[in-house]
């Protein structure tokens, strides 16, 4: 199906068949690239209501986005699964979501900085529901697209 949007023409594959990686997904890998997306997007956001939308943006470093995963594990990291609660696991937590960001041609790697496409403004995370899943407590991340 072909949609409009304010940055082109995009192919959306509603069934999820033409692509192996899905956003969004379930997993701690599809939580923290969810988290990563809403704070690259949150990040273009701001450069754009601070003028700075037409100049070249620099982007983040990979260790600034380990550095925020590594605050965001005190936040959620009950519900990520135990080897991404390790110490030192938001390097590779990181390396993880910057990889499928640029499959998902939402994101690429220049110059050892992290450079948000414009697509990637379109996620922001919606407030998380708690559902019971067999007798235990599970937090799901809400999506939900930025009409721009």
Do not use: N
């Not at 690239?33 to 700075?52: C, I, K, M, N």
């Not at 220049?110 to 403004?121: T, V």
């Amino acid at each position: 199906m072909a949609e409009q949007r304010a940055e082109g023409l995009a192919l959306v594959d509603e069934a999820g068949v033409l692509t192996d990686v899905a956003m969004p997904a379930e997993g701690t890998d599809a939580h923290v690239t969810l988290l990563v997306a809403e704070h690259l997007a949150t990040g273009q956001r701001q450069r754009r209501t601070d003028g700075v939308g037409t100049a070249p943006a620099t982007g983040m470093r990979e260790h600034d986005i380990a550095d925020f995963l590594h605050e965001a594990k005190g936040r959620y990291g009950r519900y990520w699964r135990k080897s991404a609660r390790e110490p030192g696991a938001e390097r590779e937590l990181a390396t993880i979501a910057i990889d499928r960001l640029e499959k998902l041609r939402l994101a690429v790697r220049m110059a050892g900085f992290i450079q948000p496409l414009p697509a990637l403004a379109r996620f922001a995370l919606g407030e998380a529901e708690i559902r019971e899943s067999r007798g235990a407590s599970t937090r799901a991340a809400g999506l939900r697209l930025e009409s721009t």
